[in-house]
Structures are given as C-alpha cells and as structure tokens.
C-alpha cells in the first residue's frame, strides 16, 4: 500500500477519532479516504459500543453517580466507541461548553451532559445551543438557576454570547454591546431546573429543566438592534443565524481538528491562520442551516485538513494522549479491570476530565506542557509504547521482522519504528540520537529465536525513547 | 552554622476530605457538643486535655509531645465566607484564594514566582503526589511533581540501569536547546530539559539520606518522608507540598475508627518528619502547616458526619509560638452557619498572609488576593 495513503489515514484517524493500531490504519487505508470519512461522518449506520455487554461487566456504569464512574466510563468510550468521530466531538464540545464537577457537584449530570454532546455534537448548531441551554448541569454552572425577572444574574447571559456563540469580535469590530448581554440574560430568565428531589433514601435523582413562566422576563428588549418580546429561544434564533457565529465555530473545528491557533481571546484582533478554510467552514454552516455535520465534512475532505504542513500541527491533549496510546498499543480494548486507573491519567498530565478548570476551559497547545506534566506523558507513553506483550506493539515488532527478511540497519531499524508509531517524522537532530542509540546493538538481525529476543528488546527501548521525543507530544 | 539563617522553607500536608475539626480539638466539656454526637464524641475521659475546655483527639498524643513543648500552632474556627460544600471547590478557593470567583492561578504557584522568579532552581517547588495541586499552579513556574521520590524520573519503564543511563543521555541530548526551531518546538525543549534536570537532582535524594527515624508505610508517611529527604539533601526547595490521600477525610460513614486510624498515622509521621528534621540539626528553617478543605456538620448522622464548614488547621515547627489561636466558633443552634454547621471565625487567608510575610518574607497581599489580618503565632525575631 502507497504510504503516502497510509500516513494520510493515520492523521484523519487521529484528528478525527483517538488513533488506531496500524492494523487498523491499514485497513481504512484500503477502504479508501472517503469512505472513512463518510463512515466517520455517520455513525448512525456503524455499531457502537456494545451497551449490553458493557453493563454486565462494568453495572456501575448504569447511569453512574460517581465523578469518577463516569469519567472512567468516558475514557473507556475513547478508547472503544467504534463511532470515534461522536466521541471526538463529545471532547470538543466539553472543551468550549465548559461546566464542571467542581461547581455542579453531581458527577450524575456530568455524564448525562457529555451523552449529550456524544449524540447531539454533530447535527444543528441551534438545536445543540437550545439543549446546552436546557441543561440542567449548565443551567446550575453558569448560574440561571440564579437568574429571576426581577434580579437578574448576567453570568449565562454574557458566556453564551462570548464563550459558546458570537465570541468577542472578529475582523477587529466587536460582535455585541454589553446591552446586548443583559437582554440576552434577560431573555433567559425563567430558564430554571425544577427543584430537585431530596437525596436520601434512594439517591439522587436526575435534575430537570424547567421552565417558569412567571419568572421570566417577557418585557421589550432589543438584542442585536432587534426589538420585541425575546425569549431565549428567540435569541437563539438571532445567534444561530449571526455570521460572527458561524466564524466562531469554524475557528474553533480548525483550532481543535486542524492546527493549533492562538488561545480564544485573540480571535477579535487576530484573523484566522487560514482564512480561505474558515471561510469555506462558514459557507457549508450557512448553506446547510447551521449543520455541525456538514462543516465537518468540508473539514475533512478539503486540501487544508489533508495537507501535509499540517500534520503533527497540534499538541496533544491529555485525554488524546491517553486513549490514542490505548488504541496505538491495544490495551483496555475488551472489558477489563485497570481501567480506572488510566481515566485517571489524564488528570495526571493536566486535563481533569468533567473539571475543566473555569468556564474559559482548559488553555491547551504548547500550555497544555510543563515540567510536570510532560514527566508524566513521557512515562506514561514509554512504558507503553515499551510493552512488547501488548497486542498493538508486538504486532508493530512483527511488521519490523518481517520488513526486512536481511539483517536492519540502525538507520533502517528507526526509520521503521517511527514508521510504525505514526508515521512519524521528526527533527534531524532528534533522528540522529536515535540512530546513534541504534547503533550501539548493531545491526538488527532476527532470524534465531536469540536474535528474535534481542530485537524484540531493541525495538520496545526504541519505542520508549520515540515516546520521549518532543515530536510524539503532537498529534 | 546557623541554621535560622538558611532560607526559610514552608511544608504542607492537606488533610483532603474534610477533617472533622468537632472530632480533632474536642471542645470536651460543652454539653452541645455531646447531644449533637450521640454516636461519635469522643469520651470526656479519652481525650488529651489542652486546657480546661479542649482536647486533641485521643489518638494525637505524638502532636501532643510539640504542644507541651510550645512548637505546635491550632487554629480555630478555620474558613471563608459563604462556605461551599463541594470539596472541589472548596479546596479550589483554599489553593486560589478566590471565593467569589473561580481562580486558575495557586496561592504557592505566587510564592515559587516570588522567591524564584527567573526559575533558576527547577525544584524551589516540589508536590509529592500524583498531579499537581492548583495551589502550586502558575504560568511559567515548573514545579516537579513526584508520584514516588524512590523511582522519581523520566523513562522509569526502562530496565537495566546501564539501558535507561543510556536512554537518559539520549533524552538529554535529544532535548538540548535548540535555536530556530519554531516557538513551541523550543519551548518544550526547554521544558524537557527543565524536567530532565529536575529529576537528576531529585533522584539523588534517597542515597543522600539517612536516619534513625522510621515513618509509617502509609501514603502520609511516605511523603512526609520524601519532603525531609528532599529538604536534607539540601537542593534549596522552599515550597514542598504533599496530600493525603484524596478524600480520606471525607467521614461519612464509620467515622470513630476511620476517623482514629488517620490520625494514628498522621501525628505519627508528623512527630518522624519534626524528629527526623532534628536529627539532622535541619529543622530550624521548617514551618510546616496542615489543613483541610473544610470540617463536617455538627451533629452526627449516626455512622459519621457530612460536609461541614470551619474546621482547626495547624502549624508545627521551631519558630511556632505554641498555642490556640482564634476563638472556637458556637454551636448554639441560633449561632451556626445555615445548615447546621459551625461558622468560620477566622478567613484562613489571615493564617497564609502571616506564613508569607512572617514566615517567607513576601507581601502577601497580591498573594492571597487582599488585606487579611495577621494571626500572630510566629516569633518575629
């Protein structure tokens, strides 16, 4: 197979979903780069986690009350939804519709807000805003619980605006008056969560969206030189159908799936690194009325997302670096214990899934690495990477034997480690310590079961030290 | 030598779950606190005596040995206002000292700033824990954070100790700093051989000491351990910081014998980490200070005690002026916090604002986010 297809698929399957072992790199690659997208694209027609199973092992996972059930729960998702792309999104969306546990204090609702990402994240972007403002768990974290006709609390009001629609401003004009936010926070009022039900002795209950007509707002107000009666879902109507909207979200599905942009903040003064993208993003959410799906889908089939300048463009998150190694290497791919213990590495290396730490989100590209941090993403992936009892790895040092039936060379033996792990390319400087490091064990021979033992040994301590590169901490 | 000349260096245990502050200074004589714990109040004849009015747990004795000696701070009636019951959050605002609104940047992570502002020392913070503790979180401070001092290090998966030499020079070389890489490329160079460093000097730690003095084998002890290893081996760290393990304090259920088993094991490691410290003529220069996000309700709930607000913190240490400080806050019933619970008398943000000025020599206030009033239990000289 061309490799050039096979390192094509290898960066839509880690953009697009958490990775794949090479085996399953290869075979998307031979069912073609549209199909895959396609498949990607609707996963309604793929199978997905196999629920039933799942629940006879794991029966915690029955709508779990633990923080920590359901972050383990979500990480096993990453690493074993089928339908990746849905799960991808589900990250996306908690990263720019931020609440969290330490806040809501109900890990209950936390989960049900990230199903809710998972199986709504790719259809309309105004239908997706009206469940996120319905959400019991948002509705409690950015305070319209708070929020009555005759006091009104602004802090839903203003985020919507900056945070989950419009942004700040684009093209260096601002895209709103800070009138606009109080009309919005006005048009909200009265969006509220029915009063919970006490939890002992049965529990908690899930929490409920409310409605209370007799505490919202229905006075005259103008939002966005509009004047009439709003409700939230009349500003919802506006904001869906605002350019700078579609901007934002465009901006953000490149800075998540393309290439690292600079943090939120910046968007008002500093245009997009690619404008003709975003543009073209901005095109399909129009022309299809606000479809996430279709923006996708000129995301992944166009020249900007395929070229090569933009692959390895990205940090990885922590929660990429986590399960795109689970997936790399063919661990916790079945139901089985341990799997708690890595849902807690991504806390570990900064990312508290389910607790990012403000409504902003977490700061992510090149902050998403500090002198903690990096110790542990660097461990956490060599010891891995290292294991050559793993399925993903052994089957990465099989490919390597049967490469080459004549002895490797250092150069040959790391060209095809990094190879095998990405394809990865890195620094020349970084591609000559490892052939330095190669070159102490020789050529690589593996046709006695010695020589076989010593290679295999050889290739999981290049692994390691392909997991320790700075190239490897991007995606 | 002088050891009150060396730098001055703060240690810090967070008691993490909520320390039930009733169960920990018994106020053993008020009739209150009985009829609110008819399952766990500690008996009038099993608690050990401070004064006529409070006790120490009874399973406090090793911290009672500093008491007497006039080496052990207790601060009463330990919160902020409107308390929240979350321990995220509420640990959240002792590490950002925001209790209005929602902080990124850690009390300690200002401190390391302060006292280290170019980074010249890569270890002048140390967490002991897995995942580092927003306290100690700020932009461009590197704060090593140790999961286990023993096998502290980059590529610790690598056998053979030749093998992972090797791959360590490799690392070393591969992350040496480059110039006309791209921003980010050279950042996280920099940042790995931060991290690499780090770890060389950290890793030395344990060969370096010796002592007489054993800790428990609990998580507690080993930390405990690990910071006066880390500060005897002299690497110049001000800031080391350690947890217990997560949410141990958290005493819903079964509280007598939980309750009693952390405290068993931490006045022991305290007393081994004060001893060892003294043995090595190093304890001078230590301050170390305990807390807990916040304390539990008041009356029982017939097995244990849900989530509280104020609760008793404490400070150990040479230049500690031994004592109780701050006034117990009531439990009669019209004087509680809403919801049954004992209200704070004293903003911890007044303990942090003494430790800083008195104890390190820093204004506290761009610190701890305003004027706190001091609470005076350092000798100034």
Request: charged share 25%; net charge negative.
């Given at each position: 197979m061309d490799n050039q297809d096979i390192a094509l698929m290898a960066h839509l399957l880690r953009r697009a979903g958490f990775g794949a072992s090479r085996d399953e790199i290869e075979a998307k690659a031979a069912q073609g780069y549209q199909a895959t997208v396609e498949e990607l694209l609707n996963p309604e027609g793929q199978p997905g986690v196999e629920e039933d199973l799942l629940m006879r092992y794991q029966?915690?996972?029955?709508?779990?009350?633990a923080i920590e059930t359901n972050v383990q729960q979500w990480v096993y998702y990453m690493i074993n939804n089928p339908r990746q792309l849905q799960e991808k999104m589900a990250l996306f969306w908690h990263m720019i519709f931020c609440a969290g546990h330490s806040k809501i204090d109900s890990g209950q609702e936390m989960g049900v807000m990230i199903r809710m990402f998972r199986e709504?994240?790719?259809?309309n972007f105004k239908e997706l805003l009206k469940r996120l403002s319905t959400s019991p768990g948002m509705v409690y974290y950015l305070d319209n619980s708070e929020s009555h006709k005759t006091a009104v609390n602004e802090n839903y009001g203003r985020e919507l605006l900056e945070l989950f629609s419009m942004g700040v401003g684009k093209d260096d004009a601002f895209n709103y008056s800070e009138d606009d936010v109080k009309a919005c926070a006005r048009a909200f009022t009265g969006w509220n969560i029915a009063p919970a039900f006490p939890p002992f002795p049965y529990g908690r209950s899930p929490w409920e969206f409310r409605f209370d007509p007799t505490d919202h707002d229905d006075s005259e107000k103008s939002f966005l030189g509009n004047v009439g009666h709003w409700n939230g879902d009349d500003v919802l109507d506006m904001l869906a159908s605002q350019p700078a909207t579609a901007r934002f979200v465009a901006r953000h599905l490149y800075n998540f799936f393309v290439a690292d942009e600079v943090p939120v903040p910046s968007w008002r003064l500093v245009p997009p690194k690619d404008t003709k993208a975003i543009a073209d993003m901005e095109k399909a959410y129009f022309d299809s009325h606000y479809d996430i799906r279709a923006m996708l889908k000129v995301l992944f089939n166009s020249s900007f997302f395929k070229s090569e300048a933009v692959r390895y463009a990205k940090v990885k998150s922590p929660a990429e670096m986590v399960a795109g190694l689970m997936r790399m290497v063919g661990e916790h791919r079945e139901i089985k214990p341990g799997i708690f213990e890595i849902s807690q590495e991504p806390k570990y290396m900064g990312m508290d899934l389910m607790n990012p730490p403000t409504v902003e989100g977490w700061h992510t590209g090149h902050e998403w690495i500090d002198s903690g941090t990096l110790v542990e993403r660097i461990n956490f992936a060599a010891q891995h990477l290292g294991n050559t009892q793993l399925p993903g790895v052994k089957s990465m040092v099989d490919r390597l034997m049967a490469s080459r039936s004549a002895p490797l060379s250092p150069e040959q033996f790391v060209d095809g480690c990094l190879d095998l792990v990405g394809p990865l390319d890195v620094a020349a400087e970084t591609h000559r310590e490892l052939v330095n490091h190669a070159q102490r064990g020789g050529e690589a021979k593996h046709r006695t079961a010695a020589e076989k033992t010593d290679f295999t040994r050889r290739a999981g301590e290049m692994f390691q030290m392909i997991a320790a590169t700075a190239e490897f901490q991007f995606a | 030598m002088v050891s009150t000349k060396k730098d001055r260096v703060l240690a810090v245990l967070s008691l993490s779950g909520g320390n039930d502050g009733l169960n920990t200074?018994?106020?053993?004589?008020?009739g209150m606190y009985r009829d609110a714990r008819p399952t766990i109040a500690i008996p009038e004849n099993q608690v050990i005596p401070l004064n006529d009015q409070l006790g120490l747990h009874p399973t406090m004795a090793p911290l009672k040995k500093f008491w007497d000696e006039g080496k052990l701070a207790i601060f009463l009636g330990v919160g902020y206002p409107t308390p929240s019951y979350s321990h995220f959050r509420s640990m959240d605002i002792w590490h950002t000292c925001e209790p209005e609104k929602i902080g990124t940047e850690g009390w300690l992570g200002r401190v390391i700033k302060d006292l280290d502002p170019k980074s010249d020392n890569v270890l002048t913070g140390v967490n002991f824990g897995r995942g580092l503790p927003r306290a100690l979180a700020k932009d461009g401070v590197p704060v090593a954070s140790v999961g286990n001092l023993e096998t502290y290090g980059l590529l610790t998966g690598i056998d053979g100790e030749e093998q992972r030499g090797e791959a360590l020079e490799v690392f070393g070389r591969m992350y040496s700093p480059t110039v006309g890489r791209n921003m980010v490329m050279d950042y996280i160079h920099r940042t790995g051989s931060d991290a690499l460093k780090g770890a060389d000097i950290l890793s030395t730690a344990p060969g370096l000491y010796s002592s007489n003095v054993e800790y428990s084998s609990s998580v507690v002890g080993g930390y405990m351990k690990n910071i006066a290893q880390t500060h005897l081996a002299g690497f110049g760290s001000r800031v080391l910081y350690t947890t217990s393990p997560?949410?141990?304090?958290?005493?819903?259920?079964?509280q007598a014998s939980a309750h009693a088993a952390l405290w068993t094991d931490v006045s022991r490691n305290v007393d081994s980490f004060v001893e060892d410290l003294r043995e090595h003529n190093a304890n001078e220069n230590v301050l170390l200070f305990m807390f807990s996000e916040f304390g539990r309700r008041i009356t029982d709930n017939g097995s244990g005690t849900d989530h509280g607000a104020a609760s008793v913190a404490f400070a150990v240490g040479d230049h500690v002026k031994g004592g109780i400080y701050g006034v117990y806050p009531s439990l009669e019933p019209g004087k509680?916090?809403?919801?049954?619970n004992l209200k704070f008398s004293m903003d911890f943000r007044s303990v942090y604002t003494t430790i800083l000025e008195d104890w390190m020599g820093l204004d506290a206030k761009p610190i701890v986010n305003g004027n706190f009033e001091k609470v005076k239990f350092l000798q100034t000289a």
């Amino acid at each position: 197979m061309d490799n050039q297809d096979i390192a094509l698929m290898a960066h839509l399957l880690r953009r697009a979903g958490f990775g794949a072992s090479r085996d399953e790199i290869e075979a998307k690659a031979a069912q073609g780069y549209q199909a895959t997208v396609e498949e990607l694209l609707n996963p309604e027609g793929q199978p997905g986690v196999e629920e039933d199973l799942l629940m006879r092992y794991q029966p915690a996972y029955n709508e779990p009350a633990a923080i920590e059930t359901n972050v383990q729960q979500w990480v096993y998702y990453m690493i074993n939804n089928p339908r990746q792309l849905q799960e991808k999104m589900a990250l996306f969306w908690h990263m720019i519709f931020c609440a969290g546990h330490s806040k809501i204090d109900s890990g209950q609702e936390m989960g049900v807000m990230i199903r809710m990402f998972r199986e709504h994240g790719m259809g309309n972007f105004k239908e997706l805003l009206k469940r996120l403002s319905t959400s019991p768990g948002m509705v409690y974290y950015l305070d319209n619980s708070e929020s009555h006709k005759t006091a009104v609390n602004e802090n839903y009001g203003r985020e919507l605006l900056e945070l989950f629609s419009m942004g700040v401003g684009k093209d260096d004009a601002f895209n709103y008056s800070e009138d606009d936010v109080k009309a919005c926070a006005r048009a909200f009022t009265g969006w509220n969560i029915a009063p919970a039900f006490p939890p002992f002795p049965y529990g908690r209950s899930p929490w409920e969206f409310r409605f209370d007509p007799t505490d919202h707002d229905d006075s005259e107000k103008s939002f966005l030189g509009n004047v009439g009666h709003w409700n939230g879902d009349d500003v919802l109507d506006m904001l869906a159908s605002q350019p700078a909207t579609a901007r934002f979200v465009a901006r953000h599905l490149y800075n998540f799936f393309v290439a690292d942009e600079v943090p939120v903040p910046s968007w008002r003064l500093v245009p997009p690194k690619d404008t003709k993208a975003i543009a073209d993003m901005e095109k399909a959410y129009f022309d299809s009325h606000y479809d996430i799906r279709a923006m996708l889908k000129v995301l992944f089939n166009s020249s900007f997302f395929k070229s090569e300048a933009v692959r390895y463009a990205k940090v990885k998150s922590p929660a990429e670096m986590v399960a795109g190694l689970m997936r790399m290497v063919g661990e916790h791919r079945e139901i089985k214990p341990g799997i708690f213990e890595i849902s807690q590495e991504p806390k570990y290396m900064g990312m508290d899934l389910m607790n990012p730490p403000t409504v902003e989100g977490w700061h992510t590209g090149h902050e998403w690495i500090d002198s903690g941090t990096l110790v542990e993403r660097i461990n956490f992936a060599a010891q891995h990477l290292g294991n050559t009892q793993l399925p993903g790895v052994k089957s990465m040092v099989d490919r390597l034997m049967a490469s080459r039936s004549a002895p490797l060379s250092p150069e040959q033996f790391v060209d095809g480690c990094l190879d095998l792990v990405g394809p990865l390319d890195v620094a020349a400087e970084t591609h000559r310590e490892l052939v330095n490091h190669a070159q102490r064990g020789g050529e690589a021979k593996h046709r006695t079961a010695a020589e076989k033992t010593d290679f295999t040994r050889r290739a999981g301590e290049m692994f390691q030290m392909i997991a320790a590169t700075a190239e490897f901490q991007f995606a | 030598m002088v050891s009150t000349k060396k730098d001055r260096v703060l240690a810090v245990l967070s008691l993490s779950g909520g320390n039930d502050g009733l169960n920990t200074i018994v106020p053993y004589t008020n009739g209150m606190y009985r009829d609110a714990r008819p399952t766990i109040a500690i008996p009038e004849n099993q608690v050990i005596p401070l004064n006529d009015q409070l006790g120490l747990h009874p399973t406090m004795a090793p911290l009672k040995k500093f008491w007497d000696e006039g080496k052990l701070a207790i601060f009463l009636g330990v919160g902020y206002p409107t308390p929240s019951y979350s321990h995220f959050r509420s640990m959240d605002i002792w590490h950002t000292c925001e209790p209005e609104k929602i902080g990124t940047e850690g009390w300690l992570g200002r401190v390391i700033k302060d006292l280290d502002p170019k980074s010249d020392n890569v270890l002048t913070g140390v967490n002991f824990g897995r995942g580092l503790p927003r306290a100690l979180a700020k932009d461009g401070v590197p704060v090593a954070s140790v999961g286990n001092l023993e096998t502290y290090g980059l590529l610790t998966g690598i056998d053979g100790e030749e093998q992972r030499g090797e791959a360590l020079e490799v690392f070393g070389r591969m992350y040496s700093p480059t110039v006309g890489r791209n921003m980010v490329m050279d950042y996280i160079h920099r940042t790995g051989s931060d991290a690499l460093k780090g770890a060389d000097i950290l890793s030395t730690a344990p060969g370096l000491y010796s002592s007489n003095v054993e800790y428990s084998s609990s998580v507690v002890g080993g930390y405990m351990k690990n910071i006066a290893q880390t500060h005897l081996a002299g690497f110049g760290s001000r800031v080391l910081y350690t947890t217990s393990p997560y949410n141990s304090f958290d005493s819903h259920a079964n509280q007598a014998s939980a309750h009693a088993a952390l405290w068993t094991d931490v006045s022991r490691n305290v007393d081994s980490f004060v001893e060892d410290l003294r043995e090595h003529n190093a304890n001078e220069n230590v301050l170390l200070f305990m807390f807990s996000e916040f304390g539990r309700r008041i009356t029982d709930n017939g097995s244990g005690t849900d989530h509280g607000a104020a609760s008793v913190a404490f400070a150990v240490g040479d230049h500690v002026k031994g004592g109780i400080y701050g006034v117990y806050p009531s439990l009669e019933p019209g004087k509680q916090e809403e919801g049954g619970n004992l209200k704070f008398s004293m903003d911890f943000r007044s303990v942090y604002t003494t430790i800083l000025e008195d104890w390190m020599g820093l204004d506290a206030k761009p610190i701890v986010n305003g004027n706190f009033e001091k609470v005076k239990f350092l000798q100034t000289a």
